[in-house]
């Protein structure tokens, strides 16, 4: 495991996100990834950007995950909607499996992810 310094993470506004790059070295996936880190409810959420279904990035890399109106997390490839904060999925092809969270902490305007 490994902790990501985000710049600015904690500054976020409600319903906002920011992407970050961190290294796997080991499990299925290896080399660079990415995760993001949302404001939900005053509390800072961090996931990797990876649907459950087919392991591709939520986002189509335009850095929009979540969904106001719905209050979820959602995959531009699928539809599926995820319930924060667990980020189970709710609907769609991954029904019932889970974005993987990652635990976080704010430090001063900057956050620390555990990845």
């Not at 990501?4 to 506004?13: E, F, K, M, P, Y």
Request: hydrophobic residues 40%; glycine residues 10%; proline residues 3%.
């Amino acid at each position: 495991m490994a902790e990501v310094r985000i710049a600015n993470a904690a500054q976020l506004s409600e319903g906002e996100t920011l992407t970050f790059d961190f290294v796997r070295e080991s499990g299925a996936a290896l080399g660079k990834q990415q995760g993001f880190v949302l404001r939900h409810r005053g509390e800072l959420l961090a996931f990797h950007n990876e649907c459950p279904h087919w392991s591709v990035e939520l986002d189509l890399g335009d850095g929009h995950f979540y969904d106001v109106e719905l209050d979820r997390i959602y995959c531009k490839n699928h539809g599926a909607l995820f319930v924060l904060p667990s980020g189970t999925c709710e609907t769609g092809p991954c029904l019932g499996r889970a974005l993987t969270r990652f635990v976080v902490r704010a430090d001063g305007q900057d956050a620390f992810v555990v990845v």
